[in-house]
């Protein structure tokens, strides 16, 4: 039980850490904001405040898509869980860390 439990403790501290940030800095947050560094510099790279929403769905639905797939595929493979959990680790610290300075880049 409390092994399932184990990567949703650190799914709900980077929800919650978000969370916290965007409602802090929301009302210093200008209207557009740089959210897409793969296209050209300049007004192709803006996009309006509330699309900074899609960053924690992204890692949200990356985490569930990743626990589906050990748990359906690779219920007895040990190695697997444990490459899952820490890649889970990456992709939360990495999104949450992109969320963060993008929200204090432009606040």
Known sequence: MFQRLKALYPLFIANILMAGVLVWKFSTLPPQIPLFYSLPLGEDQLGDTWIIIIVPLMMNIIF?????????????????????????????VSFTLIFIKIVFLVA
């Open 64 to 92: 569930i898509l990743n626990q589906f797939i050990v748990k359906r595929y690779f219920q007895d493979n040990e190695l697997i869980k444990n490459l899952s959990y820490y890649l889970n680790l990456f992709v939360m």
